[in-house]
C-alpha cells in the first residue's frame, strides 16, 4: 500500500525553509527577505517548543546571514534556484512507522523560471534526512496540490492540466496521484489567482484545515479573485466538504500597479503556530483571527511577507516540512 503524505497539522519532525540567496534575483529585497525569513523561522522554532528549523542556503555566504539571523537554526548549504521548497523540495510521505520522499520533476513553473539546482535540491534535501527517494516522470510542484491525510487531495486545472508542466488528461493525473502519493480522491478546483506566475497554485486559494474541512477566502471590496473564490466555494461544496472562511487582503499591488497573489491562505501550520502572511492590508489582523479560531491549540501569528512576496510567493511557498 502506497504510504500517504501526512497532513500538515500532524507533528513536525523539523522544516525546511528557503533562505534569500542570489542578490541579482532578489535585488534591494534581498535583506528584507532575509529579516522576514528569520522572523518566520523563530515563530516556528518558538523559543525550543515548536519544530527544528533548517534553514536552506545557496551558498555560504547566504549561510553566513542566516546563522547570524537564526542562530536558533540548523543551517544547510545546498545549491539551488530559488527558495520555494514547497515547490521543488520532496514530499514526505508516511503511516507513523515509516516514511519516504516523494519527488518529482520540475521545470520552472512551467519554463518561466529555469534555475541551476532547483530540479536536484528535492532529492538532496531528502538525503540529508536519511529518507530514501524516488522521483516520479512527471511535473508536480508541492504548491499545486493540499490535502488532509485521509487520501483527499484538492488542486486546480489551470495547473495540473497545463501543458507548459504535462501532456496528461484528467484521469491520467488522477491516475498519477494515485499511484504516486496514494490519494484516493481529487477535487478539481478551476482557476487560482490572477497574475500567479504559478499557474493558480492551490495553496494560495484553499487549505485543508482538518479531514474534510477546507478554508477558502472570502472577497474583499474590489476583490480581482471574488470569481475564484466564488467557483472553488461552489466546487467545494458540491464535493461535499465541510467549508470555512478567511477574510482576503484584497487588491494588492506592486510599486508598477500590478496585481499581485498576496493571499492570508500561504499561512503555515506548525506544531506550535500557525504563521500567516501579512501585507499592510485592512483584513490582516481579522486574517490572524480566523487562524486562531480554527487552530486553537496553535498560536496564529501574522508576519510581514511582503519583501518575500516580491519573489512571487510567500511563507508556505518557502517551507516544506518533514513529518516525525
Given amino acids: 500500500m502506497t504510504t500517504l503524505p501526512l497532513p500538515e497539522w500532524a507533528p513536525h519532525e523539523a522544516v525546511w525553509i528557503g533562505f534569500p540567496s542570489d542578490p541579482d534575483l532578489w ?4 535583506k528584507p527577505a532575509e529579516a522576514e525569513v528569520a522572523a518566520f523561522a523563530a515563530a516556528l522554532y518558538a523559543d525550543g517548543r515548536g519544530e527544528e528549523v533548517r534553514l536552506v542556503a545557496a551558498h555560504e555566504d547566504a549561510a553566513k546571514a542566516a546563522r547570524e539571523l537564526a542562530p536558533f537554526a540548523t543551517v544547510l548549504v545546498q545549491p539551488f534556484g530559488d527558495i520555494w521548497l514547497r515547490d521543488t523540495g520532496p514530499i514526505i510521505c508516511g503511516d507513523g512507522s515509516r516514511r ?22 528535492g532529492e538532496r534535501l531528502a538525503a540529508s534526512a536519511s529518507l530514501p527517494y524516488a522521483k516520479a516522470d512527471w511535473i508536480l510542484e508541492g504548491g499545486a496540490i493540499d490535502h488532509d491525510g485521509t487520501g483527499t487531495v484538492i488542486t486546480t486545472e489551470q495547473c495540473l492540466l497545463n501543458p507548459n508542466r504535462n501532456t496528461l488528461t484528467k484521469d491520467e493525473v488522477e491516475e498519477r496521484l494515485r499511484h504516486d502519493l496514494g490519494f484516493t480522491r481529487v477535487v478539481w478546483l478551476g482557476a487560482g489567482l490572477m497574475n500567479d506566475h504559478t499557474d493558480g497554485h492551490v495553496d494560495n486559494l ?12 472570502t472577497a474583499a471590496e474590489d476583490d480581482p479573485n471574488t ?35 498576496a493571499s492570508y491562505m500561504n499561512f503555515y501550520i506548525g ?36 519583501h518575500v512576496l516580491t519573489g512571487g510567493g510567500s511563507f508556505h511557498c518557502i517551507s516544506q516540512q518533514v513529518p516525525a
Fill in 227 to 261: 470569481a475564484v473564490y466564488e467557483d472553488a466555494a461552489r466546487r467545494l461544496a458540491e464535493a461535499g466538504l465541510d467549508i470555512v472562511t478567511l477574510p482576503s487582503p484584497g487588491r494588492i499591488e506592486n510599486d508598477e500597479g500590478d496585481i499581485i497573489p
Fill in 100 to 121: 519516504r520522499a516523494a519527488g518529482f520533476g520540475f521545470n520552472g513553473w512551467g519554463g518561466k523560471y529555469d534555475l541551476p539546482g532547483d530540479d536536484s535540491i
Fill in 27 to 30: 535585488l534591494a529585497d534581498l
Fill in 206 to 217: 484553499a487549505r485543508f484545515v482538518a479531514p474534510a474541512r477546507v478554508a477558502i477566502p
Fill in 271 to 306: 506544531n506550535a503556530a500557525v504563521v500567516v502572511p501579512q501585507y499592510g492590508a485592512p483584513n490582516d489582523a481579522a486574517a490572524v483571527e480566523a487562524a486562531q479560531a480554527l487552530f486553537p491549540g496553535r498560536v496564529a501569528i501574522g508576519l510581514r511577507a511582503d
